[in-house]
């Protein structure tokens, strides 16, 4: 196990990230700063122009309805990741909460709270997305509930095994010993202890977040017609498969790009912050 | 001692899959009766707006949604014991009789998915951890990170623009072709692009955990007390790690149980493979709330029966029960 | 001191490249072991003794750079390539660690993990491995036998663990034995009855053994020379008599006043880390004798013949 | 000053809790001003449970812990805050007792923090580098890691922090048993002259019978839990009663 053991402390630690950065600060270019230079509206129909391949003007070409498909891509690009960030950000807050809430009480508070998360991951993320979204109805809010309804679950376990190593570290005891009050405790000893995880938890789970809101949108449940949603316009470009095959194809690669750019974001944070921090995030 | 130990397992486990299922089926039947939208809609369609007052009135009342939603609760619970889930409103016939022919797909699909995916991520991890950091290492990586960031229903746009549109080899839908039902050939024609989306969408996620499971099992003392007693690597990974990273991927594929079933869902709306994950996507489309009760009821069972019987097995494997400590505070 | 040396090293350093810059963790090591006896690598943590252990049965991670020779009953297994090395570890070499908690495979019964030496390089048959291992259990007073060969790792007090690995070690009847720290974490009942099943092992088997340690009473009641290491050198080497009774370097003096029993006289200063190591002898930052010679030269320690007890001092 | 009353701690292990193991079995000793107690017993005889338990560390099972003659399970915040100023532990490995996260410069002016020790931050640093000169411990060491330093220099720091507090009674739980040997001689030394100086009661947990007879007047010798026998340092070393304290101490005469 001569390899095993080599410290892998400076293979390639900065490349990750700086990859990471690059890719992250394009896709920033594009939604952000995108809709001002390609303001043509993403919706509007031009029948005139259907189906037409790439070219100068068009650079991804047009779809069934004449309209733009690079422009739509973009504009795409602003919702998925919106949704996404949207999703992480809620479900985070509300599993690091319930996560050093569980660790840091233990006891009964810990095995009721440790059950209900039980529960919520033992269920096909999915399913329950279908299940909240069948009955509150579609549209990009309800799919932002849905999504976040089972990703503190994973969240609020991670946080919670973290919590868990820290209070039963050497440290944690003579934290209490010294006199530091319960709240002092948390944020200065556990809370800096387990955030670095976090935070890399969190960047790794948005790509996988992207393509479950993408999904969702595929299967006519998140974002509605005529809205630029990435899933929406691949399920759309489905039946002008043969002909017209760019209406799919490029919405997929923005996909893919946006969803491993912040993958690699997460891997460079935690070579950075810790170079062990391989455990990918679940995924549902 | 022992067999006593898991009998009173087992029993415990049982009931734990009682209470779930009960507030699994409490939670969807409250969230359908409260959402917006009328499920007369859904039974109806256009007849709703030709209809006057009371017949509308009349068919609520036949369709037992006007008392109030515990005793609609409470009649959908009697019924349910009895095997009769109501009516399927988008379907107009019991919800069971419209799942049954079904389950047998999905099943087949996601059970097949499941092992391959997993006797997969298992070779691939142990090679690519006893290969760490070299050429080999790194193309597993990067080629299993890239199959795990292709969004599934797009590979399944794609994988049917190849291999059906263009090249004609897979039938681009469906479980088989109209009135070869029994010929299993047909079957498992059309299985084979729905498989490969799963396979290709999960086995890295579970490669990459095993193998760093593993990588971190080589950073043990105990490894390098093997190598100092004259084991090669392959046996210390053979006789040692593997064995004492199984407990962890049980554990794993327990987890996982629940990812395929979403999968599963995915793929069956891409490929439109008649499963329970259609009719979910279906059901939750028309708001038809008996049928997405059933589906969500039939997926949850599953789940739980899984991952129970994975916890018992490792439990058993893993022979340090571990005592809990208490926190010192 | 009869023969060939069973284990002789010549001018041995290790070196560990972390970062840009190289850690020198051992420097010009020059030892040998005759058959049947006992060396002590005295010394406390950080003096590079365990390197020194590890590096003869190549247990390194791959960033160590080996330099210098190692010989092994007179064949040289520097040169030897990591195939040709093989068939000597575990056989030939043993070793047994220092962290006796996490050295055993946590999911396989202690019996089972001792069998598998004797299995590998003795004879593949199951009984006689099983039975080897309870002789071994019974010279190192375990308990319970033969039941306790089917305990598991957790089921065992840190003493006992210490014992397995001691058995572990010699149940292939290796030539030559590493022992790493084996009273480490121990408490003093369980670090005496270790001891002396050490000794009565050593006794019966005359097994070479290199005894790695920092607890003198340790080295006072097993070993028959000892090497006090310090910052990665050997300061002073002779008979265990001659070095604890009659110390010549000046550390080794520290080290004997500094026990509970002779009054608790510290050292005072730390002993350098590896990155900021003193110019000179080592030990001048720390030593009450230090002279500017001692700043400027470095001293040697030479091994001959005629001169068996050295220290590594110009005042020695 | 600290009186233990027919303290017992038990833990429930085994599958269903049935299994009742004691760690401390009814154990009583007062600890008066300015003394020097020892706790002598094999590891895993429950003397590092006693010690947490004066912590409150650990809820004790049976019996009370009182200080000067209030039970600490049922004081106030204020009278805990004092309690936790007047008695102060030492742990046994230096090194994993700090905060990894907080660089030392934190760690070490946190006592003055909690119980505001100075009016001022320029008196605050005006005791903290009095106690660093004292300590012999260089002001770099304030920028760096628990990780980066060395047993010796750790455990130094712990003491010094605890200093800062002016306690009434220092537990130490075995301070000196993962260190060197010269290093430990260093810490023993230092924490014997900080006792002398500012006379400390002092409660000292170790196996090590050399190290106990050093630095304590009065002994107690521990076997599972139970103190079996109780007396002054001579009286235990040259005149045994107990069987057990007679086999521990002929193991230190050979």
């Known amino acids: 196990m001569k390899k095993g053991i080599k410290s892998r402390f400076f293979s390639r630690r900065r490349s990750l990230f700086t990859i990471g950065i690059i890719c992250s600060v394009i896709i920033a270019f594009f939604t952000i700063i995108g809709p001002f230079i390609w303001n043509a509206d993403p919706t509007a129909t031009d029948y005139a122009n259907q189906c037409l391949p790439p070219s100068g003007e068009h650079w991804f070409g047009t779809d069934n309805n004449g309209r733009d498909v690079f422009t739509r891509v973009i504009s795409g690009a602003h919702l998925s990741i919106g949704v996404a960030l949207a999703v992480v950000g809620i479900g985070a807050a509300i599993g690091i909460t319930v996560g050093i809430v569980a660790g840091f009480a233990g006891g009964a508070v810990d095995t009721i709270l440790m059950r209900i998360v039980e529960i919520m991951l033992s269920f096909p993320g999915i399913i329950f997305a279908l299940a909240v979204l069948g009955t509150l109805g579609n549209g990009t809010e309800h799919q932002i509930i849905a999504l976040a309804a089972v990703r503190w679950a994973h969240y609020a376990r991670l946080v919670r095994i973290e919590t868990i190593s820290v209070m039963n570290s050497e440290y944690l005891p003579a934290s209490r010993a010294i006199g530091n009050s319960k709240l002092r405790i948390v944020f200065r000893y556990i809370l800096p202890n387990i955030i670095g995880r976090v935070i890399v938890i969190a960047t790794l789970s948005i790509g996988p977040v992207i393509l479950a809101g993408a999904s969702l949108s595929y299967l006519g449940l998140g974002a509605q017609i005529p809205s630029p949603e990435w899933g929406l316009m691949i399920n759309g470009g489905k039946e002008y498969i043969r002909q017209a095959p760019w209406i799919t194809v490029a919405p997929g690669i923005a996909a893919v790009f946006t969803a491993f750019s912040f993958n690699l974001l997460g891997e460079g944070i935690g070579d950075l912050i810790d170079p062990r921090l391989k455990e990918k995030a679940e995924v549902d | 001692m022992k067999k006593r130990r898991i009998t009173k397992k087992i029993i415990k486990r049982v009931i734990l899959f009682f209470i779930a299922m009960f507030v699994l089926s409490v939670v969807v039947f409250f969230l359908a009766r409260l959402a917006p939208g009328d499920p007369l809609q859904a039974f109806y369609g256009e007849a709703l707006d030709t209809m006057d007052e009371s017949q509308i009135e009349a068919a609520r009342q036949r369709l037992g949604l006007d008392d109030n939603l515990f005793v609609q609760y409470f009649k959908w619970l009697g019924g349910a014991l009895h095997g009769d889930f109501g009516l399927s409103l988008k379907y107009k016939m019991k919800v069971q009789n419209v799942v049954n022919p079904l389950i047998g797909n999905t099943l087949g699909l996601g059970i097949t998915a499941y092992c391959v995916v997993f006797a997969l991520a298992i070779v691939l991890a142990t090679v690519a951890a006893l290969h760490e950091d070299d050429w080999l290492d790194k193309i597993i990586c990067k080629v299993g990170t890239a199959t795990y960031y292709i969004p599934s229903f797009w590979l399944g746009v794609v994988l049917v623009l190849i291999f059906s549109v263009n090249l004609g080899w897979f039938p681009s839908s469906g479980a088989y072709d109209v009135g070869k039902q029994g010929d299993i050939g047909n079957r498992i024609q059309h299985m084979i692009l729905p498989l490969i989306v799963m396979i290709a969408s999960h086995f890295w996620y579970y490669a990459y955990m095993i193998r760093n499971k593993l990588l971190d099992e080589f950073r043990k003392d105990y490894v390098l007390l093997a190598k100092a007693k004259g084991l090669t690597r392959r046996q210390i990974v053979w006789k040692h790690c593997l064995r004492n990273v199984a407990p962890t991927i049980v554990s794993i594929m327990a987890i996982a149980i629940p990812h395929v079933i979403s999968g599963t869902v995915v793929v069956e709306a891409v490929f439109g493979y008649p499963g329970i994950g259609n009719l979910a996507v279906e059901s939750a489309k028309y708001h038809d709330y008996n049928m997405l009760m059933m589906t969500v009821l039939l997926t949850g069972a599953f789940v739980f029966i899984a991952s129970f019987v994975a916890q018992t097995v490792n439990e058993e494997i893993d022979p340090r029960m571990k005592v809990t400590k208490e926190i010192r505070w | 001191m009869s023969g060939e040396p069973v284990i002789k090293t010549e001018d041995l350093s290790v070196e560990f490249q972390v970062g840009n810059g190289s850690v020198k963790a051992l420097h010009d090591i020059n030892v040998s072991i005759y058959d049947g006896e006992v060396l002590c690598l005295l010394g406390e943590s950080g003096s590079g003794k365990s390197v020194f252990g590890n590096s003869i049965l190549r247990l390194h991670p791959d960033n160590a750079l080996v330099k210098g020779k190692i010989f092994f009953n007179g064949q040289e297994i520097t040169a030897l390539s990591d195939k040709e090395f093989l068939p000597l570890r575990g056989a030939q070499l043993a070793w047994v660690p220092q962290s006796a908690a996490s050295s055993l495979n946590p999911l396989k019964s202690i019996g089972k993990q001792v069998d598998e030496v004797y299995r590998l390089h003795v004879e593949n048959d199951k009984k006689k491995a099983r039975e080897n291992t309870i002789d071994l259990f019974r010279l190192l007073g375990l308990p319970r036998l033969p039941e306790l060969a089917d305990d598991y790792p957790h089921e065992l007090s840190g003493g006992m663990k210490q014992r397995v690995l001691v058995a572990m070690g010699t149940s292939a009847f290796p030539k030559f034995i590493v022992v790493d720290e084996p009273t480490k974490g121990l408490d003093a009942v369980r670090k005496r009855e270790v001891i002396k099943r050490i000794g009565h092992m050593q006794k019966t088997h005359k097994s070479t053994m290199l005894l790695i340690t920092h607890d003198v009473a340790v080295a006072e009641s097993l070993a028959n020379d000892i090497g006090v290491m310090y910052a990665g050198e050997i300061v002073e080497y002779g008979s265990k008599d001659e070095v604890l009774n009659s110390p010549k370097h000046p550390y080794t003096r520290g080290l004997i006043n500094a026990l509970p029993q002779n009054g608790f006289h510290a050292i005072k200063g730390f002993s350098p880390s590896a990155s900021d190591m003193p110019t000179g002898c080592k030990f001048n930052p720390r030593c009450p004798e230090c002279t500017q010679e001692c700043i400027d030269g470095h001293p040697k320690l030479i091994i001959s013949e005629s001169e068996k007890h050295v220290a590594r001092c110009y005042h020695a | ?254």
């Not at chain 4, 038990?10 to 079995?25: C, E, I, N, P």
């Open chain 4, 1 to 254: 000053m600290l009186e233990f009353k027919n303290v017992t701690k038990q833990y429930r292990s085994g599958m269903f809790g049935t299994h009742l193991t004691k760690a401390v079995d009814d154990v009583s000793f007062c600890v008066g001003e300015n003394e020097r107690l020892g706790l002598l017993g094999e590891s895993g005889c429950g003397k590092s449970t006693i010690a947490q338990l004066a912590m409150k560390l650990l809820k004790p099972s049976k019996g009370s812990i009182e200080y000067n003659g209030k039970n600490i399970k049922h004081m106030s915040r204020s009278e805990m805050k004092n309690y936790r100023k007047n008695v102060q532990i030492i742990f046994q490995n230096p090194q994993q007792v700090f905060n990894p996260r907080m660089k030392f410069r934190e760690t070490i002016s946190e006592p003055v923090r909690i119980y505001n020790l100075a009016s001022s931050p320029e008196e605050e640093k005006k005791i903290i580098s009095e106690h660093m000169e004292m300590f012999g411990l260089p002001e770099e060491l304030f920028d760096r890691y628990p990780q980066e330093i060395s047993g010796g220099q750790a455990q130094r720091i712990a003491i010094m922090r605890i200093l800062m507090l002016k306690p009434e009674i220092i537990i130490a739980d075995e301070p000196t048993t993962m260190l060197d040997v010269s290093v430990q001689a260093q810490i023993l030394e230092l924490l014997k002259e900080v006792m002398d100086k500012n006379n400390i009661t002092l409660i000292f947990v170790s196996h090590d019978l050399d190290v106990v007879r050093a630095m304590c007047k009065r002994i107690m010798v521990i076997k599972d839990g139970q103190v079996v026998e109780q007396g002054s340092v001579d009286d235990i070393f040259d005149r045994p009663e107990n069987e057990y304290t007679r086999m521990l101490v002929d193991s230190l005469k050979e």
